[in-house]
């Protein structure tokens, strides 16, 4: 049986010390903090109030620190959506890292959607997708999404702060997803109902994040782009499929075409009817077409 499964007769809450036990040594010389809350306006609210608060306290690029909380009352999805937090059910987490400024891209986004992907492929067994730009979805349900920020860390600064915000429905149930307006999951209803040990699931969750950085330390921006475009392959919900792509909450089609994977920045590559289109996300959101007597 995995490790990250448990009895789940009373949810266990998160502590430090079995989170900070998935952890690579090297990922704890750059961890500068572990803030561990019950409740949260949400975690990355917090975040960009502490980092707010650090004023010009010296920190080096690539030190970070993470915040986890059991509820949030306005957890944050894109387009100012809600994210649903009950208690001790989900993982709602932040990471903050100050990176280069040169280093900062589009491809932030698209680099820990794959391996947050990847991690949770392992750990389950099962084809864990990504929906362009960065949602995590199984058998095309919502099963986490990722919402990044960034900021200089001074006027006219060569560093940026870098505020990753995770979401991840790993125990909870219908009952307590009844705001929720679109299909979902959770690692709990992939399997049967089987409850996961929140602790370990967070700290791989936030492992996975610290190797993705180190792909931006470690490569040129050029290599790495290469690389996350043919990695980008394996993990694509839609690849091949005819999607449409919409404007933020408004549903309003700016586009539609055969999903072509993505370019070296990042960028959705959309193959339509007058050629070969690519998207930034910004305001963009991609679903499947269901108007199938169309051709591309």
Known sequence: MCKCLQACEKPALLKEAPVLAQLKPTHLQDLLGLHLY???????????????ALGHVPIDCYQTHVFLAEHQTKGQGRYERCWVSPFAE?????????????????????????????????LTGLNIQIKWPNDLIFAQQK???????????YESSSSYWVCIGVGLNVNMQDDAACDISQ?????????????????QVAGL???ALFDGIADFREQSMQSLGA??????????????????????????????????????????????????RVFSSGELAVKLRVKKTETV
Not at 188 to 198: E, N
């Open 38 to 52: 019950q409740s949260l306006d949400s975690t990355q609210a917090e975040a960009q109030r502490f980092i707010k």
């Open 90 to 122: 989900n993982i709602y987490l932040t990471f903050v890292v100050k990176m280069p400024v040169q280093k900062i891209s589009g491809m932030i986004s698209i680099a820990m959607g794959l391996r947050l992907a990847e991690c949770l492929t392992q």
């Open 143 to 153: 099963l986490g999404g990722i919402l990044i920020h960034t900021w200089p860390v």
């Open 183 to 199: 299909p979902w999951i959770s690692l709990s209803k992939m399997q049967a109902g089987t409850c996961w040990d929140r602790n």
């Open 205 to 207: 969750l936030i492992a």
């Open 227 to 276: 690389s996350l475009q043919k990695h980008w392959l394996s993990y694509d919900a839609y690849f091949g499929k005819v999607v449409e792509l919409l404007v933020g909450d408004h549903n309003d089609c700016v586009a539609y075409g055969r999903a072509c994977g993505i370019d070296e920045q990042g960028q959705l590559q959309l193959q339509t009817r007058t050629g070969m």
